[in-house]
């Protein structure tokens, strides 16, 4: 730590998509930072990404790939209370889950933000998509998103994109089924660069994003934001250090953060004027119920009591196919970049749709490497081998994404009872999918078999009769609203109880759409970042 100073400007807790983006605006803007972060940081060197399955213990089967993020006992210490098929994602590693993320990355449409007036259900947001659409802009150039803007009504566009990746042979045919439909099929936006961007060097099609990027062609915070926030001089930054509680002043203001750090087992703490929690839906909520004191007993600025609830996020729905023009055909490197093209919302077109909300279909999400195929077919010896090896090229993936309602009745708790290896209450999920969803979740099934039907090929439907989620896109805990009774923060991400308290990642959602959220995520840290600054000059925090 040398010569850092006694108390910072501002402490961020997390590294990840929010924290990364709120140090380089804040450091740039001149405040002393400092970064508390769970995790460590992991050399790309160490990335296990373009191994191929026999060399690992399992061939990847359980995840050996993906271990360098979920460090210490983080994949353990969480229960859950929920249906079956209900998964949320901590990671614990510089970077959080932007090192093992997909970057697709897509604005929310106006409607998106007003579910209450256009649709009669949940709440609207505090800001509208025209506040945000400036810091949409301005992350967008900065993370480097590579595609069109394809003027869609449903999907707004930027000014600056890369140029889009090139679409495989399973993409072309996917088009003619789609136009058969009138459903829209566009080049995906990522935030993969398709050419040397702000030093970074263009993605090689290695097909491994979301097994970590050697070469830092994806964004990541530790490959992008970090490293600005650290040239400015104003960064200090604290891996393996886990923050316990937020500590209070007699006025109930933050004034400092405790955490252990994970390798001496020791806990410490850090003062700072004013604390942004970046840790991530659940652990956001978990860090704020587990930071009780008398002003706040029912966690820090929870006075509505809505900390924990609302969780909410995506339903999924998979189908892999095997194109019969493409089977039998000259096997061929078709890795890529994950995916290549998306199908937007087209649902909303529908007015017998007879559900709220909509989903789109993310496609070529897996890697070509492993033969997926291998486990669903009957058969053994040659002859298997053979139909393994005539179907690969054919090989297609489709996966529904949809949302589902930010309700209440879902939430995170923490457990007093039971703690993780650093003597901090868990965090418990309960989540139930509601009516709604299961309705959206059929139509998303619907949509699939309309588009598989004007495919020619084999077919591996998902035959599950209930969703799965939350893809890892969940969000809501640590709600936005205009009404301090029923919400936890403005549309800063500011605490409405406490002043010196915002929390930037996607805990803040007030609802969520069919999109995936860190685009939005990075843009509401940017915005708050600004709104820190400005407050901090006028001496209003
Ligand atoms: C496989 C995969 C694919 C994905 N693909 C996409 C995609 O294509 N598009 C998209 O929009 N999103 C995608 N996501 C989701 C995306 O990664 C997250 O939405 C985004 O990273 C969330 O950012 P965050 O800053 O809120 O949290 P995170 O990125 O999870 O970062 C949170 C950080 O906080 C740290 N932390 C937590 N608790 C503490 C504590 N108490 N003390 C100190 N540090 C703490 C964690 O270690 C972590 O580094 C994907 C995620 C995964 C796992
Ligand atoms: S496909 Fe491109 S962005 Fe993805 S891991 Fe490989 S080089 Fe990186």
């Not at 994949?75 to 859950?80: G, H, K, L, P, V």
């Not at 935030?191 to 702000?198: Q, R």
């Not at 339903?315 to 290549?340: F, M, R, W």
Request: net charge neutral; aromatic share 8%.
């Amino acid at each position: 730590m040398g010569n850092q100073p006694q108390e910072f400007d501002v402490c961020i807790v997390g590294s990840g998509a929010a924290g990364g983006f709120m140090a380089k605006e804040l450091c740039e803007g001149g405040a002393k930072v400092v970064m508390l972060e769970g995790g460590k940081e992991v050399d790309p060197s160490d990335l296990l990404s373009h191994k191929w399955p026999y060399e690992l213990p399992y061939s990847g089967l359980r995840r050996e790939k993906q271990a360098y993020f979920y460090q210490g006992d983080v994949a353990t210490s969480i229960r859950y209370e929920s249906q079956p098929n209900v998964h949320v994602d901590r990671a614990r590693v510089l970077g959080g889950r932007t090192m093992h993320w997909n970057a697709v990355s897509l604005r929310y449409a106006p409607q998106d933000f007003r579910e209450w007036t256009l649709a009669g259900i949940e709440d609207d947001w505090p800001l509208s998509y025209e506040e945000l659409a400036p810091y949409y802009e301005r992350v967008e150039q900065i993370i480097g998103v590579c595609g069109n803007n394809d003027g869609l009504e449903i999907l707004p566009g930027g000014n600056h994109y890369l140029p889009p990746l090139p679409w495989r042979c399973s993409e072309h045919i996917l088009k003619r089924a789609t136009d058969a439909l009138n459903i829209p099929l566009i080049s995906v936006r990522k935030a993969v660069l398709t050419k040397p961007y702000d030093d970074r060097p263009a993605c090689h099609h290695c097909g491994h994003c979301m097994d970590g990027c050697d070469a830092s062609a994806i964004f990541t915070s530790p490959g992008c934001t970090l490293p600005k926030a650290a040239a400015t001089g104003n960064f200090t930054l604290r891996q393996n250090a886990l923050a316990r509680e937020i500590l209070v002043d007699r006025e109930g203001r933050a004034r400092a953060v405790s955490f252990v750090d994970t390798i001496t087992k020791s806990t410490e703490e850090i003062k700072a004027r004013i604390v942004v929690v970046c840790c991530g839906t659940v652990e956001s909520a978990r860090l704020l119920l587990n930071s009780v004191s008398p002003q706040h007993p029912g966690g820090l600025g929870n006075s509505s009591g809505v900390i924990g609830q609302y969780l909410h996020g995506h339903s999924n729905a998979p189908v892999q196919i095997y194109l019969k023009e493409l089977q039998g055909t000259k096997p061929i490197n078709q890795d890529g970049a994950t995916d290549h093209v998306y199908i937007p919302r087209f649902d909303y077109r529908d007015p017998k749709r007879g559900y709220s909300g909509g989903y789109a279909f993310q496609v070529n999400y897996d890697s070509y490497m492993f033969p997926r195929h291998a486990r669903l077919l009957k058969g053994y010896g040659l002859d298997f081998k053979r139909k393994v090896r005539t179907m690969q090229p054919g090989y297609m993936i489709l996966g529904g994404v949809g949302k589902s309602m930010a309700v209440k009745q879902n939430y995170v708790s923490v457990d007093k009872s039971q703690v993780d290896a650093h003597g901090i209450p868990i965090p418990v999920v309960h989540f139930q999918f509601t009516d709604n969803d299961i309705l959206l979740w059929k139509g998303m099934r619907n949509g699939l078999q309309q588009i598989i039907s004007k495919l020619s090929g084999d077919v591996f439907f998902d035959e599950s009769n209930s969703p799965s989620g939350l893809a890892s896109h969940e969000v809501g805990t640590v709600r936005m609203g205009k009404d301090p009774k029923t919400s936890a923060l403005n549309s800063f991400c500011q605490s409405h109880d406490v002043k010196n308290l915002f929390v930037t990642d996607g805990s803040g959602f007030t609802t969520s759409s069919e999109k995936n959220p860190t685009l939005t995520i990075m843009a509401l840290s940017m915005r708050s970042a600004e709104y820190l600054i400005k407050q901090r000059r006028l001496g209003a925090i």
